[in-house]
Structure formats: C-alpha cells, structure tokens
C-alpha cells in the first residue's frame, strides 16, 4: 500500500509561483510513474502533467505546458510540482496519484493512488 501526502498550495497572485510536493510512504513509487491532476469547482478532474519512473519523460496538459514543472526524487520518495506564471484559471484543488505503470500515462483510470488534495488558488 501506498500513502501520498502533499504539502505546499495556498493562495498566491496572479504571475506568481507555488510549488506542491508530494511525499510518498509505505511503499517505493520508484518503479511507478506519478502525476498530478486538478478539479475546479464543478469540473471534472483533468490531468496536468506525469512523470516516468526514472524521471527520463514528462506529459503535460496544454493548458499548463511551458508554465509548470514536474519533477521526481526517487531518494526521497518525493514528486514535485513547480508551478510559475500562474493563471486565476489555474485555480483548483490539486492531486498527485501513482500509477502501477513505469511509463508517464496521463489517463487518470491508471493511477490508483491518491494523495489527500490540496487547495490552490490564483487570485487576479
């Protein structure tokens, strides 16, 4: 079994940065891809971006490409997500997830575990 905690979020201006981390325990994702994902109010949860075991590929969604930064210690069993230039559409409860698969999938049905969320919020 896999327990992700996620720290970082809260609430920063628009063109400002943040950036989430999240700490796997209980077992080594080193062998599993890891991603985040987000839902805005109303909304369904959509991928942002995903990373291979090893940290050798990256997927992210178009909305975020080019403004947000996955990234991975396999040492310290931890998975980040730097977030720069910040939109108010950014603006959602953030979730990272570990998927049993090595490669950086972006459908969310592949990812089976979740960490406990956390709020993001761009204000204009």
């Known amino acids: 079994q896999v327990q992700l905690v996620q720290s970082g979020g809260g609430l920063v201006q628009a063109g400002g940065s943040l950036r989430l981390s999240c700490a796997a325990s209980?077992?080594?994702?080193?062998?599993?891809?890891m991603g985040w994902f987000r839902q805005a109010p109303q909304k369904e949860r959509e991928f942002v971006a995903a990373?291979?075991?090893?940290?050798?590929?990256?997927n992210y969604a178009n909305s975020v490409k080019g403004r947000f930064t996955i990234s991975r210690d396999n040492a310290k069993n931890t998975v980040y997500l730097q977030m720069n230039s910040l939109k108010p559409e950014d603006t959602a409860v953030y979730y990272c997830?570990?998927?049993?698969?090595?490669?950086?999938?972006?459908?969310?049905?592949?990812?089976?575990?979740w960490g406990q969320g956390t709020q993001v919020t761009v204000s204009s």
């Open positions: 990373i291979s075991w090893n940290g050798g590929s990256t």
């Open positions: 997830a570990a998927s049993l698969r090595g490669a950086a999938v972006t459908e969310r049905n592949l990812y089976v575990y």
């Open positions: 209980g077992r080594t994702v080193s062998n599993y891809a």
